[in-house]
């Protein structure tokens, strides 16, 4: 009788510690998705310049849909700000997984193109190794859909970007209406015309130096200034009809020449999303923005009938 007792308690012993770590082992499995954030591939593309005559990198982001189907996949266009460069969205968000995350929540393609430290992605008249706007448009877009499994076609592209970025996003959009079906700004720097900055007067004198060599002149009152602003672009965004997601943080330098595109846009009634937030001109800031334009986006992209379910 003891040893059947005896017996029937190591039973029971062994069979508890099984059960014990099955449990763990559902328990893990349960957890797996927050050990694993993302499974987002980043590729790194050399991207060759004919017009500059150089090649520049491109960080792109694929879905992990991506590997495992034969879909052709909706493309968000991610640009940096003046003074980064194309890897800033993936080295300076406080979180590092944020694009792969949105890249994988949305099923989009993140392109993260070079637009050097004050190319400001347009065509300088003065610098013929400044091309950003052809670049991007005549090199980038075609090298990415070469590449990848991409919807080659605006109802598949979007723009969006900070601060230098935003503003590129906004005038390539505006000026090519053909490639994107939308366009969105964050912080971003919408009226060329420095002296309307909240900045010191350092800050000023360097950014009169680099006009000076993009431009040709550090005088606002130009056409070349007046004429490549997006803030004086609004009639040509009205006519152009695309979704527009402007936002920027109150305490951002920036936040008077953001108003004031709002206000135009208001104003000649353009439909258009904007946002002010507690916030200024950081990395902190743009994490927390950035969701809201890969979800506009997506309802683009679901209305163009080119989304990945």
């Known amino acids: 009788m003891k040893n059947r007792l005896i017996s029937h308690i190591v039973s029971q012993t062994k069979y508890d510690n099984s059960m014990k770590q099955v449990r763990y082992f559902l328990f893990l499995f349960c957890l797996s998705p927050f ?12 991207v060759p310049s004919k017009i500059m005559k150089k090649a520049y990198k491109a960080a792109v982001v694929l879905p992990s849909d991506y590997s495992k189907s034969k879909n052709s996949f909706p493309v968000l266009y991610l640009l940096h700000g003046g003074g980064g460069h194309f890897s800033d969205w993936l080295k300076l ?39 950003f706007e052809s670049y991007i448009i005549k090199e980038v877009i075609p090298t990415i859909d070469r590449t990848y499994r991409t919807v080659k076609s605006a109802k598949g592209r979007v723009i969006t ?7 590129g ?56 200034f007046v004429n490549n602003s997006v803030v004086n672009m609004t009639e040509i965004i009205k006519k152009n009809g695309l979704p527009i997601i402007i936002d920027c943080g109150v305490d951002d330098f920036l936040v008077d020449v953001n108003r004031e595109l709002h206000r135009r846009l208001v104003y000649n009634n353009t439909p258009h999303e904007y946002t ?23 309802k683009v992209f679901k209305s163009n009938g080119v989304a990945v379910q």
């Open 93 to 131: 968000t406080p979180d590092k997984s944020l694009v792969q995350n949105l890249s994988d929540q949305y099923q989009m393609i993140v392109v993260m193109p070079e637009g050097e430290t004050f190319g400001w992605y347009l065509d300088s008249p003065f610098d013929p190794a400044s091309q």
């Open 161 to 167: 970007g900070l601060s230098m970025g935003g503003h």
């Open 276 to 298: 002010e937030r507690p916030g200024a001109h950081t990395w902190e800031y743009w994490q927390n923005s950035l969701p809201s334009h890969f979800l506009l986006f997506q």
């Open 35 to 46: 050990y694993t954030a993302y499974s987002a591939q980043v590729d790194s593309l050399d």
């Open 169 to 224: 996003a906004m005038y390539l959009s505006t000026r090519h209406p053909d490639v994107f079906s939308a366009a969105g700004s964050m912080s971003g720097a919408l009226d060329m015309n420095f002296t309307k900055f909240r900045v010191n007067e350092s800050f000023a004198k360097s950014l009169q130096d680099r006009f000076t060599k993009l431009l040709g002149t550090a005088d606002t009152t130009k056409d070349i």
